[in-house]
C-alpha cells in the first residue's frame, strides 16, 4: 500500500504539475483528520501523520507520542479521500493561476470551446479562458473547434480557480504577432517602438533597426511580403502600415502620415503640437477615411496633429494658375518647386532670382528664365476660377469621408 502512495502521488505530479512535496502534505493533513476521527481525539490535542519520503510508510503520533494501532474507519477513510481531492484541486489551480500569471501579455493559443451570452470560452490544454464580447475583433465569427489566438490580458484568482481574460482588439495583440513572426524582433535587431490600432480596420506599427544592414521594415515585411501576410491573414484581413521609427519628431511624424506626401510640419514641442502643411491633393489623403490616418498617425507618435492645406494657408485654395503649364516646368522641377512651397505661378512671380536660387535643383539661369516666364503668363488674361474654402482638420476630428488609401499590406 505505501508503496501503492508514492506512485499515485507520482502519477498525479506528472499528469497535473503538481510539486510531489505539495501532495505529500495534502495526504498528511488529509490522513491526520481521518486519524482523529478514528481516535476521537479531542480538537485542543494534536494529531501528525508522516510519510516517509523514500518508502513511503505511514507513522502517525499524538501530543509526541507514537500510535501504533491504527483502524482508519470507513467514514475517516472517506474524509481523507475528500480532503485529498479538495487539496489536490487547490494545488492544481495554483499551479495554472502562477503559469498564466508569468504570461501576461503573451500570445496563446487555443480551440474554441463554448459560447456563453456572447463570450468565447477557449479551451487552453489544462485551463480555460475568456474571450469577451467587447475583446473580439468586430466581425470576426468563430464555430466550436476552431482554433484561436489571443494576447493575454489579465489573469485573477477566483472561487472558481484561474480567470484568464484575452484579447484580439488589444495594440499588444500585434505587437505579439509580429514578435512570433519575424526572428529579428525576438533576437532583438528590430524594435517595435510603437503601435496604434483600430481593430478590425488599420495599424500603424513603428520600428526601428539596431543593426544598419538590417531593414527594419523590409524584415516584418518578409520576401514577397509572407510574414505581414500572416498576420493580416491571422487579423482577419486588418491592413498594417509599416514605419520607420525617426527619432527626429518631423521625420517620424512625415512616416507617421504615410501614404501622404508631406511639404512641411511646424512643431511646438512644449506642447507636442504640430502643424501638418500638405499640398492640396494630398488633404484626403493626409486625414484618411472618417480621420483615420491623422488619428492613428497622432496616437503613434504622442502629438497632436492639425492638417492643412497650402490653399487654406495661404488663402490661394484653388491655385489660379498651375506650374505644369509653364514653358520649363517638368514634372520634376514642378515637385521641386512645390516642396519650397512655390505651387502656383502667381507665387512663382512674386519670387526674386535669389529665392529661386535657395531651392535645390534651381540655378542662376533656371530661375532667371522661371522668373520671365512666370510674369509673361501673368500678363496674359486669365479666366476667372471660384474659390471655396475647404475645412481644416486636426486629430480628434472625423471627416464624412475621403477617397480609399492605399496600405502596405
Given at each position: 500500500?505505501?508503496?501503492?502512495?508514492?506512485?499515485?502521488?507520482?502519477?498525479?505530479?506528472?499528469?497535473?504539475?503538481?510539486?510531489?512535496?505539495?501532495?505529500?502534505?495534502?495526504?498528511?493533513?488529509?490522513?491526520?483528520?481521518?486519524?482523529?476521527?478514528?481516535?476521537?481525539?479531542?480538537?485542543?490535542?494534536?494529531?501528525?501523520?508522516?510519510?516517509?519520503?523514500?518508502?513511503?510508510?505511514?507513522?502517525?503520533?499524538?501530543?509526541?507520542?507514537?500510535?501504533?494501532?491504527?483502524?482508519?474507519?470507513?467514514?475517516?477513510?472517506?474524509?481523507?479521500?475528500?480532503?485529498?481531492?479538495?487539496?489536490?484541486?487547490?494545488?492544481?489551480?495554483e499551479v495554472v493561476f502562477a503559469e498564466f500569471q508569468g504570461r501576461v501579455g503573451d500570445i496563446v493559443t487555443g480551440t474554441v470551446h463554448r459560447f456563453e451570452r456572447g463570450d468565447v470560452i477557449v479551451e487552453l490544454g489544462r485551463a480555460e479562458a475568456i474571450l469577451p464580447k467587447a475583446e473580439r475583433i468586430p466581425r470576426e465569427e468563430y464555430q466550436q473547434g476552431d482554433r484561436l489566438q489571443g494576447f493575454v490580458l489579465e489573469v485573477q484568482k477566483t472561487a472558481k480557480g484561474p480567470s484568464i481574460v484575452l484579447s484580439r482588439t488589444h495594440q499588444g495583440f500585434v505587437k505579439g504577432l509580429f514578435a512570433l513572426e519575424v526572428p529579428e524582433i525576438a533576437e532583438g535587431i528590430v524594435?517595435?517602438?510603437?503601435?496604434?490600432?483600430?481593430?478590425?480596420?488599420?495599424?500603424?506599427?513603428?520600428?526601428?533597426?539596431?543593426?544598419d544592414k538590417v531593414d527594419c521594415v523590409g524584415a516584418c515585411v518578409g520576401m514577397r511580403g509572407t510574414r505581414v501576410k500572416n498576420i493580416v491573414r491571422e487579423l482577419h484581413g486588418e491592413k498594417i502600415d509599416i514605419i520607420r521609427w525617426h527619432s527626429a519628431m518631423k521625420e517620424f511624424i512625415a512616416a507617421a502620415l504615410a501614404p501622404a506626401k508631406i511639404a512641411e510640419i511646424q512643431e511646438i514641442p512644449d506642447a507636442k503640437k504640430a502643424l501638418v502643411i500638405v499640398d492640396d491633393d494630398q488633404l484626403s489623403l493626409a486625414i484618411g477615411k472618417r480621420g483615420q490616418n491623422v488619428r492613428l498617425a497622432s496616437k503613434l507618435t504622442g502629438w497632436e496633429l492639425e492638417i492643412k492645406s497650402r490653399g487654406q494657408i495661404t488663402g490661394d485654395v484653388a491655385p489660379r494658375s498651375p506650374l505644369r503649364g509653364l514653358e520649363g516646368v517638368g514634372p520634376t522641377l514642378e515637385n521641386k518647386l512645390k516642396e519650397a512651397g512655390v505651387d502656383s505661378i502667381e507665387k512663382l512671380a512674386a519670387l526674386t532670382a535669389e529665392q529661386l536660387v535657395e531651392i535645390p535643383g534651381v540655378g542662376e539661369k533656371t530661375a532667371q528664365k522661371l522668373l520671365e516666364s512666370a510674369r509673361a503668363a501673368l500678363s496674359a488674361p486669365q479666366p476667372a476660377q471660384a474659390e471655396e474654402p475647404e475645412p481644416s482638420v486636426s486629430s480628434d476630428e472625423n471627416p464624412a469621408a475621403e477617397p480609399t488609401e492605399p496600405s502596405t499590406n
Open positions: 500500500m505505501n508503496a501503492e502512495l508514492l506512485s499515485i502521488l507520482e502519477t498525479i505530479e506528472r499528469d497535473k504539475g503538481i510539486d510531489r512535496e505539495v501532495l505529500i502534505q495534502a495526504v498528511e493533513s488529509a490522513l491526520a483528520t481521518a486519524a482523529r476521527k478514528s481516535l476521537n481525539v479531542p480538537e485542543e490535542l494534536d494529531v501528525t501523520v508522516n510519510i516517509d519520503r523514500k518508502s513511503g510508510r505511514l507513522s502517525v503520533s499524538s501530543q509526541g507520542e507514537a500510535i501504533t494501532s491504527l483502524d482508519f474507519s470507513r467514514i475517516a477513510a472517506q474524509t481523507a479521500k475528500q480532503v485529498i481531492i479538495q487539496k489536490i484541486r487547490e494545488a492544481e489551480r524594435e517595435m517602438k510603437g503601435v496604434a490600432r483600430e481593430a478590425g480596420d488599420r495599424t500603424k506599427l513603428a520600428v526601428y533597426s539596431t543593426d
